[in-house]
């Protein structure tokens, strides 16, 4: 197959695996205008650059953004986390929706420093899904 035959996509985006929140954050990225993206789907999503339960996870999204970006010449990091996420507990491990959001928005800023500071080129978002 012809590589040249398809568009490159703009970004790769970092997702959890949960069922619930794929069609949520297909609409939030659209609403970003990211209509086509690598994927890496990961317990936790962002989790795994912010504070993994594996360093093994934590190097397997790096090396996948460095690939992405030699392979399709991605010019953005995508960071996505979701409420109620089971790699961090859930949301019973909060006591109010104010305390998880305000979590969940540290994690993904200690993500997106640590992709600033690995690959300082690429632009970074953050999505936070409900």
Do not use: W
């Not at 200690?110 to 690995?118: C, D, G």
């Amino acid at each position: 197959m012809n590589n040249h035959s398809h568009k490159l996509p703009p970004a790769i985006v970092i997702s959890c695996i949960d069922f619930r929140f794929h069609q949520k954050l297909r609409e939030a990225l659209k609403k970003k205008k990211i209509n086509s993206y690598d994927l890496i789907c990961l317990a936790g999503g962002a989790k795994n650059l912010a504070s993994p339960s594996k360093k093994i996870y934590q190097q397997a999204v790096i090396d996948n953004i460095k690939l992405s970006q030699k392979l399709h010449k991605i010019k953005m990091v995508v960071l996505s986390n979701h409420l109620d996420c089971g790699a961090y507990g859930g949301s019973g491990k909060f006591k109010t929706l104010k305390q998880e959001t305000k979590f969940h928005q540290t994690e993904l800023k200690k993500a997106e420093n640590m992709v600033k500071k690995l690959f300082p080129a690429l632009k970074i978002k953050t999505i936070l899904l409900e």
